[in-house]
């Protein structure tokens, strides 16, 4: 039900939720990229095109571009966002179960937008709603709306998101905007993705399946200089602290790779470099300042991206 793709003009099939990158088909995604252009662009005016909408901001984990880029989108659309400051001020520390929490955003708004730890939240919260659900990052796997910045902001460097060449770097096992990267990539044709991690946190097993049967071309590898020089995109992500459930582990990886201005000069000039953000100590902030560095950029374009799918969803 929830992988019914979009049809070929574009618009969202009957059912609205976005869980997965993968809820939506390529010609979907390419609407969205259209339209967000087009606002970034100032060439059309969307500013009353949601008045009168509400959106529930439901954010159980922590949150600031996601959330604020949201809510942004929300406003700059002429709608209005309502939100919980902390899931601890919600009826949930009551004992409220998850079900009866959504089920009441559902009455008092038009679009549902969640972020939670658990997989299946969002996917359980769409079962329960009649309101759209939007995924803002659940676990290990699904970051969709961050996916679509990060394809948006390919295609506005690069010109393309089809037959480039991927560095996906870092903690592949945990990092949920790696995840749904990868998953993303999987509806257009890269020319090569390389996974690139240190051995403890290379992709899982099911990422490996899902992109040999997709027939994409990968290659995995625990050092970035073997490729730095030959790729298109390079996309940071940081150690996933917060889901390593033990300690020890975490401090195993702690620090074992940094992105620093020696790498970036080694790039191709019009090559780029993502990251979702927030970021630790794996990409040095000496890197800023060159050209290739494009992830605030990327951030910035979020509001674009969200403005588009808000709008879609919501009209
Ligand atoms: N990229 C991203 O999800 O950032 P936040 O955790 O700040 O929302």
């Known amino acids: ?49 949601l008045d009168g909408k509400v959106m529930a901001l439901a954010f159980f984990e922590p949150s600031t571009r996601t959330r604020l880029s949201f809510e942004s989108a929300m406003c700059r659309l002429g709608g209005k966002a309502i939100t919980f400051l902390e899931p601890v001020m919600t009826s949930a520390a009551k004992g409220e179960n998850f079900a009866d929490t959504v089920r009441m955003l559902d ?11 658990v997989e299946g939240a969002s996917r359980f919260a769409a079962d329960v709603c009649n309101s759209p659900v939007i995924n803002a990052g659940e676990g290990m796997m699904y970051h969709p709306t961050q996916t679509m910045i990060d394809l948006y902001e390919v295609l506005k460097c690069l010109g ?46 099911e990422t490996r399946r899902s992109l040999s049967a997709a027939k994409i071309r990968f290659e995995e590898r625990t050092s970035l200089a073997e490729v730095l020089g030959s790729v298109d995109v390079i996309y940071l992500t940081r150690i996933q602290r917060e889901r390593f459930g033990d300690a020890l582990e975490y401090e195993r990886v702690k620090g074992s790779y940094s992105f620093v201005e020696d790498d970036v000069k080694k790039m191709k000039k019009d090559s780029i470099v993502l990251h979702a953000l927030p970021r630790v100590d794996e990409l040095s902030p000496a890197v800023d300042r060159y050209p290739q560095a494009k992830y605030f950029e990327q951030a910035k374009r979020g509001v674009f991206v969200r403005m588009a799918l808000l709008n879609m969803v919501l009209r």
Do not use: C, W
């Open 1 to 49: 039900m929830f992988n019914s793709v979009g049809p070929p003009n574009g618009r969202m099939s009957g059912h609205r939720d976005v869980v997965d990158i993968t809820d939506l088909s390529r010609a979907v995604l390419e609407e969205v990229f259209k339209v967000a252009s087009q606002i970034e662009n100032q060439e059309i005016d969307l500013s009353h095109s």
């Open 160 to 205: 393309n998101i089809d037959g480039l060449r991927y560095a996906v770097v870092g903690d592949l096992r945990h990092a949920r905007v790696a995840s749904s990267l990868i998953r993303g990539l999987m509806m257009f044709r890269p020319d090569m993705i390389y996974l690139v991690s240190p051995d403890r946190l290379r992709v899982l097993e």
């Open 107 to 117: 009455y008092y708004s038009d679009v549902i937008v969640i972020r939670h730890s």
